[in-house]
């Protein structure tokens, strides 16, 4: 490591050795619950984990950092027995353990919560946390207790009988923690558990994870903000390139040096108040309602997904004809981007199907660049101009089980350089695949390995990567950031940026605030399916964001006007 800060101090060494011997970082106050030593994981052609030494003391928050790829999740599924170690050691409570499965891990103790939740929508949260563990304290009245006792205990103002539906996604993420809490875990791993919360929310997570330290449980949780980790954090470790390259000590270090620890780089700022806005309108939408009957009708973009066993039941509920987008306008110039907050759950999915024509809406027109696509098929969309960084991208940005050069196909088939005179043009595709994974970065041992072997953010840059490249007119940014080092960051808000100067037009659609407020000219709240407000990036802060997000504020927010259709609810 060529940089080193006096906040900084050298990963422990990897053969196990006594606390306190001066040059490891790591108070040896508590116990430790968790000690890796010497993990290493291979994958073909690359080195995922090398030598990783980690001390994760008994009662503390211990952030894992490090760029994409750094090998963050192959560290952490070794230690929930997802993946198996080529060499190394796990020690849990002082005790060497080995993991065949997350069930073995599970018994030790150990509970993950994943990114993507796994809850059933429509059973109760009762019935979510009982699920697969009835033989725990069965499905009655013992299980309604033992639910309402963590709850309590931990703060985590769980409603047993609420349904998982009409829950938002901090709550969603509470009963996740719930669940692995009931399975007994005392040390809880959480994989980027602030990405789709709003500040307030994050606040409370926080919270959530100071009780749980208090009673004594152990968190380790992967994270890119770093601005959150100095906050909740007791111990940093910094993973790059696949190894331990410091722990840091979250009351003394700053952002910027986490940041030059992790890619080399300074934190980059999204804040940018050049105005390149035009008064050219590049997407106009008007009137756009949507009932849930209509985005029953929505078609997944790239993967064939299975059909939905429940399908049948899903159908009879739609008669309800709850609007999910209620009577939406709005217009986005050429040079323009225009930021939308809202809370995940309030419209935002079903506004970007219905600007790629995955759902079909009741009501309303689109028109891009002056041509009425509202009836246009997505093909046809994608060809006349729209770039889409989806906001799940292993749903609808990619193929995991194939070969990056052919996601470099995907959406754009007919365009070139995948296609020539009307014919694939393999060649074309693989060779721009080498130049997006060159010029973003795309850490891969080559293109064709399976979109499913990249690391998240790798996945993403790849995606970003795409869609930039077909110079679209108009694009759809569903958090074009999302898990991405502050380095890839900066890269990806310099090409959005870049693009824009050159007249692009830019719906931002992001649960990162900064990001939001940063990149946007023109911000506006969603809020249960409308547009409630409209905010001036220049003036509005998250806080206040937050807020009219969660529906708390009403009336006019400070640094925002009405919205277009009437009254700022
Ligand atoms: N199943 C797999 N097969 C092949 N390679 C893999 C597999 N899983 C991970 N890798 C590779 O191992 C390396 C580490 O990936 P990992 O997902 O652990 O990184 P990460 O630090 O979690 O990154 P991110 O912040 O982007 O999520 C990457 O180069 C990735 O491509």
């Avoid at 111990?235 to 979250?250: E, K, L, S, Y």
């Avoid at 309303?364 to 060809?383: A, C, M, P």
Wanted: aromatic fraction near 2%.
């Amino acid at each position: 490591m060529s940089q080193r800060h006096d906040n900084f101090a050298p990963p422990c060494p990897s053969a196990p050795t006594p606390f306190g011997q001066g040059e490891c970082a790591i108070n040896a106050s508590s116990p430790p619950a968790v000690e890796l030593h010497g993990i290493t994981k291979r994958f073909p052609g690359v080195v995922a984990n090398k030598d990783i030494a980690i001390t994760v003391r008994k009662g503390t928050v211990h952030a894992l950092i490090g760029e994409n790829g750094a090998g963050k999740s192959t560290l952490m599924k070794i230690l929930y027995g997802m993946q198996k170690p080529d060499e190394g050691t796990i020690a849990v409570d002082g005790e060497q353990v080995t993991f065949a499965s997350p069930g073995d891990a599970i018994a030790r103790g150990i509970g993950m919560v994943h990114q993507h939740f796994m809850l059933a929508d429509n059973l109760t949260v009762l019935e979510n946390v009982v699920l697969g563990g009835e033989k725990l304290y069965g499905i009655g009245a013992k299980a309604r207790r033992k639910i309402q006792e963590i709850s309590d205990a931990y703060g985590l103002g769980v409603r047993p009988d609420a349904l998982v539906e009409d829950l938002g996604v901090a709550d969603r993420q509470r009963v996740e923690i719930l669940k692995v809490l009931y399975r007994g875990a005392k040390i809880l791993i959480l994989d980027e558990p602030t990405a789709v919360l709003v500040p307030q929310e994050v606040d409370a997570l926080f919270d959530n994870l100071r009780e749980l330290k208090s009673e004594g449980l152990t968190v380790i949780f992967i994270s890119h903000k770093l601005g959150e980790v100095l906050k909740v954090a007791d111990d940093i470790t910094v993973i790059r390139r696949g190894t331990t390259v410091g722990t840091a000590d979250p009351k003394t270090a700053t952002t910027k040096q986490l940041a030059e620890l992790m890619v080399g780089t300074e934190l980059p700022s999204p804040e940018t108040r050049e105005s390149t806005v035009t008064d050219v309108p590049m997407l106009q939408v008007q009137g756009l309602t949507l009932t849930e009957a209509g985005a029953a009708a929505a078609a997944p973009l790239t993967t064939a997904a299975p059909p939905d066993p429940s399908g049948t039941v899903a159908l009879q509920e739609i008669t309800t004809g709850r609007k999910l987008l209620d009577d939406i306008s709005l217009t986005i110039h050429k040079g323009e981007i225009l930021g939308i907050a809202g809370v995940e759950g309030n419209g935002q999915t079903e506004l970007i199907e219905a600007l790629m024509g995955l759902n079909s809406p009741d009501a309303g027109v689109i028109t891009l660049d002056g041509q009425n696509i509202s009836k246009v098929s997505v093909r046809k969309r994608r060809e006349g101009g729209i770039g889409y960084i989806p906001e799940d991208r292993h749903r609808h940005g990619l193929l995991l089980e194939a070969p990056l050069w052919e996601n470099r196909i995907l959406g754009h088939v007919t365009e070139a350089p995948n296609s020539k005179r009307g014919i694939l043009d393999p060649k074309g595709a693989r060779k721009d695949t080498e130049r997006i994974v060159r010029e973003y970065d795309v850490r891969t041992p080559g293109i064709d390995v399976t979109a499913a072997s990249l690391s998240g953010g790798n996945q993403q840059k790849l995606i970003v990567g795409r869609e930039m490249s077909h110079a679209p007119k108009f694009l759809i940014a569903a958090h074009p950031t999302r898990g991405v080092d502050v380095g890839a960051q900066a890269q990806i808000w310099d090409a959005i940026r870049d693009a824009r100067r050159e007249g692009l037009a830019v719906l931002l659609i992001s649960a990162d605030l900064d990001e939001l407020i940063g990149l946007s000219d023109t911000l506006k709240v969603m809020y249960r399916g409308r547009l409630v407000a409209d905010a001036d990036p220049a003036t509005i802060t998250p806080e206040q964001l937050g807020s009219a997000m969660t529906g708390a504020a009403t009336g006019q927010l400070e640094g925002t006007e009405q919205s277009e259709d009437g009254d700022a609810r």
